[in-house]
């Protein structure tokens, strides 16, 4: 087929997708297209770049000053956003008082601009990554939050999933790269890199699934039966897309996300929450002891059919612990690899720009105490979506899978730095409902469990981001 004529049947398909697609929403807000739109811009590829389509390496005076296409977008955004919440009504000290490390995470982000030896690129970077807590409260505070939350995945995979297969297959020359050091072709899709399609493809495979099996118990329905054709179509594009793009890490986490979902919602787990909720942080610490502690690194991940240096990035993490000269308040909000510290790198490793492990680039970049504030909003989050599990909430088996996946995947990708997974664990953590609120919003909920042909509802009642 024609490169031009796969491009306009996938355009014509998109426009059937959104305009029949059979689990839309009654009364979505069309406020989510701008949550949309910014989780689809730090998903695949910022907009000068789309603009330009030449490539996504960028020199390292480009990487600190930015483009003004890029910033202006992003202002828009935002102020949309902001626009959103200020038409809405919830309460902001509620906000505050229910996520406070995640605030006192952000306050001293802001605080370390102060000493950062870039404090206006630091600032500007602040702004940009504070309209991704503008995004997720567009999204939380909409009278039905979980609808809105399940909207907003949906659309966001409709957008990335086809058309990064589109690339692939019809654009090779937008799609693909050549790894400098094997030679070897690599797949990025719609994205910058085959990591980063990793990740859109696990966020995708998590949500199809979850969603399957949610709606699997009224398969008899014709319009669920519509759904779960949808549902397995948008899986089966998104295993060959993961296949392609040989991001083993996503791969096994979608593997171990399909195992809590499923576990979460057994009748065994159902009746021993409590087994669950200990077994999931449990396998994390075991893993960190028995990869980092006991020195088994080099058998666990040639398991998994990586190299024992996970494709180079210990000898990164090596060097890039040896340049942390400020080991308790680090270089300031996303200000290591700026200057002559990037220059440095990569003369040793070539054009990277991340550690590729989330918890080292918090810590070089806030110190040891933001790390520490990031592990207290990890056990604060941790305890929010426990709660959600007895009694279970229909969300609650995928706010567990997005938050086991997400520890694991940061060990060897830089998910704080503001992409699609972070923003996918803060929609599935975030409290921002009050309790009158939440009575309201049950209400509401019943009111259209008694509409015709709708979905089974989804419980409001259990504490977390939809109480």
């Not at 918090?362 to 990890?378: K, Q, R």
Request: aromatic residues 12%.
């Amino acid at each position: 087929m024609p490169p031009f004529l796969a491009l306009m049947l996938w355009l014509f398909m998109l426009v059937a997708l959104f305009l029949f697609d059979p689990a839309n929403e009654r009364g979505t807000s069309l406020a989510l297209w701008v949550p949309v739109t910014w989780m689809f811009i730090l998903g695949t590829r910022l907009p000068s770049q789309w603009l330009r389509l030449h490539g996504v390496e960028e020199g390292a005076q480009a990487i600190q000053e930015g483009d003004p296409i890029d910033r202006t977008v992003f202002l828009i955004l935002i102020a949309l956003a902001i626009g959103i919440l200020m038409s809405r009504s919830f309460s902001r000290a509620y906000l505050v008082t229910h996520n406070v490390a995640l605030m006192a995470f952000l306050a001293f982000s802001l605080l370390s601009i102060t000493w950062s030896d870039f404090p206006v690129v630091a600032f500007k970077r602040w702004i940009r990554d504070l309209g991704n807590y503008f995004m997720i409260l567009a999204v939380l505070s909409d009278p039905r939050p979980l609808q809105a939350t399940r909207t907003l995945l949906r659309r966001l995979c409709y957008l990335i999933i086809p058309l990064s297969i589109l690339l692939v297959k019809y654009f090779p020359e937008i799609a693909r790269s050549w790894d400098p050091w094997t030679g070897l072709g690599l797949n990025s899709g719609a994205t910058t890199s085959k990591n980063m399609l990793g990740v859109v493809c696990l966020i995708s495979g998590l949500f199809f699934f979850w969603d399957t099996i949610v709606v699997w118990a009224d398969r008899g329905k014709p319009r669920t039966k519509q759904i779960i054709l949808v549902n397995a179509a948008f899986l089966a594009m998104t295993l060959w897309l993961l296949r392609a793009s040989h991001s083993a890490t996503s791969e096994l986490c979608l593997a171990l996300g399909w195992m809590v979902i499923l576990a979460a919602r057994s009748h065994l787990f159902q009746r021993w929450p409590r087994v669950l909720k200990v077994m999931v942080p449990a396998g994390f610490l075991l893993y960190l002891y028995l990869a980092f502690g006991l020195g088994y690194n080099t058998e666990l991940t040639a398991a998994v059919g990586r190299s024992a240096t996970l494709t180079d990035r210990t000898l990164i993490w090596s060097l890039l612990l040896s340049m942390q000269h400020h080991p308790v308040i680090g270089t300031g909000y996303e200000s290591f690899w700026l200057g002559p510290r990037l220059l440095s790198i990569w003369e040793q490793f070539g054009s990277i720009n991340e550690a590729h492990n989330g918890y080292i680039e918090v810590y070089l970049n806030l110190g040891a105490i933001g790390l520490c504030l990031l592990v207290a909003f990890l056990i604060g989050s941790y305890r929010t979506i426990c709660k959600q599990l007895k009694p279970l909430s229909e969300f609650g088996s995928l706010a567990l899978a997005i938050w086991t996946v997400f520890i694991f995947h940061s060990l060897t990708e830089a998910d704080f730095r503001g992409g699609p997974l972070w923003l996918a664990l803060l929609l599935a953590t975030t409290v921002v409902a009050s309790p009158i609120e939440e009575r309201a919003r049950s209400v509401e909920v019943a009111a259209n469990e008694s509409a015709p042909d709708t979905l089974p509802s989804f419980h409001l009642e259990s504490t977390g981001p939809w109480r």
